[in-house]
């Protein structure tokens, strides 16, 4: 295995992961970024990033990163680092395509001595039942022979610009000990908060998936309290701050669980659980209560309408947000589009207030319009649904500018005072 100043390090697939990554690497190596999307290596190169997870002046700055969707300029690289998504399938199985695929890609010019490392979130046990017998059988190479193995979950928090990558923690792990203390003395040269050297893969498997669930099912529970205080005739958020006051109270809250983690991760482990002739009840119910939630807020705001006299169909109605978190452009998996199809089966005429994604894209897989500013007309209802910055900073004026008469406002992340609105979660 090379000495880790001979390093030149190939990224494979740069979105929210890999970018990031290459970035941080580029400081202390050479670092040839790869991706097979031709456009999005162009809009690297050109210093734009569509995940706006790293600033035009930082791009430019990354002198030792080599950007291309060409794998011959991979045959230069000693380390590879594979950072691709892993979605699952229509029927909630994994879809380990993407990371087939790239095990191929790092095959077609893998050499003696070279270390793989894998990123992606996948069950436990997949790098070694998947990922490795790729890389041996399109190789010919063995496993700690002739190449190496590392896996290091990733641990990026879209949007978020208070924990960029070198302040979180990394998990490491090695195929042997030569292997791990190789991963983890590379992780340690961009990562200032430290790493946490895994026993085993499989462990730094489990790990990353576990942090995951842990978050899905305490969100699912706090979901499911909201639907009860709604029966009860309480305010969520009240009960949440009088019982934050006990010491050992965790501070979740209701809400839409999307994006490509905590709303997908779950599905990996119940997938490996099953093959083991486990059925995990607490994890699938969970995920059924936080799929649902979509639906659940659409049904709310009809009742409200309804209620108000304000009959659905033909009614104009406002989403704020549509990305499945705030100040992210992020749309994948996003609950927030359950909300508008559920609404649009009855008629409903909706229109979407998104001030970060993408509009063209947003407009294509929503199916109505889509206003990058603040809409300048009013509307029978208008759903909060994501708590950008824009949005927190709306004075009154400017939100009763957006509401009709009678009009009903239904504050998915309770943004603002419970005397303001008509439901929250």
């Not at 195929?175 to 203390?181: D, E, L, P, V, Y």
């Not at 927190?392 to 957006?402: H, I, K, T, Y």
Request: contains cysteine; neutral net charge.
């Amino acid at each position: 295995m090379s000495n880790q100043t001979d390093d030149h390090i190939a990224i494979i697939g740069l979105g929210y992961v890999g970018l990031p990554l290459a970035v941080e690497f580029a400081k202390h190596f050479p670092v040839t970024g790869f991706d097979v999307d031709t456009q999005r290596i162009k809009e690297l190169a050109s210093g734009d990033d569509r995940t706006d997870e790293i600033d035009r002046k930082t791009l430019k700055q990354a002198k030792n990163l080599r950007l291309t969707s060409d794998e011959k300029k991979l045959k230069q690289a000693n380390t590879y680092i594979v950072a691709v998504p892993t979605p699952v399938t229509i029927a909630k199985t994994p879809n380990l395509t993407p990371l087939k695929n790239a095990c191929k890609t790092v095959a077609r010019t893998l050499g003696k001595n070279d270390l793989v490392i894998f990123e992606s979130t996948v069950y436990p046990g997949a790098t070694e039942e998947i990922c490795i017998p790729i890389l041996e059988e399109l190789t010919g190479l063995t496993l700690n022979k002739d190449f190496y193995v590392g896996y290091s979950p990733e641990r990026i928090n879209p949007g978020d610009k208070t924990r960029p990558l070198p302040s979180i923690i990394k998990i490491t792990s090695g195929s042997n000990s030569k292997a791990a203390k190789r991963v983890d003395c590379l992780y340690q040269t961009i990562i200032s908060a430290g790493t946490h050297l895994a026993p085993s893969i499989k462990v730094a498997e489990a790990a990353k998936i576990t942090e995951n669930i842990q978050r899905d099912v305490n969100i699912a529970l706090m979901n499911e309290l909201a639907m009860v205080f709604h029966k009860v005739g309480i305010n969520t958020s009240d009960v949440l701050e009088a019982a934050g006051t006990k010491w050992n109270f965790l501070p979740f809250k209701p809400g839409l669980v999307g994006g490509h983690c905590i709303s997908v991760d779950p599905y990996y482990l119940t997938h490996k659980a099953d093959i083991l002739g486990f059925h995990p009840d607490i994890i699938m119910a969970s995920r059924r209560l936080n799929d649902g939630m979509g639906k659940y807020v659409a049904q709310r705001v009809l009742d409200l309408m309804i209620k108000k006299g304000i009959n659905p169909n033909g009614a104009a109605l406002l989403v704020m947000g549509a990305t499945f978190k705030e100040n992210c452009p992020d749309l994948r998996n996003t609950k927030v589009l359950d909300i508008v199809r559920f609404l649009q089966s009855y008629q409903v005429k909706i229109e979407i207030w998104e001030p970060v994604a993408d509009k063209s894209h947003l407009t294509d897989i929503a199916n109505c319009k889509v206003h990058t500013r603040k809409p300048r007309k009013a509307y029978d209802a208008i759903i909060m649904a994501v708590s950008h910055d824009q949005f927190r900073q709306l004075n009154d004026a400017e939100l009763d500018s957006l509401k009709n008469k009678p009009n009903v406002v239904y504050d998915v992340k309770s943004m603002l005072d419970s005397k303001d609105i008509d439901g929250q979660l």
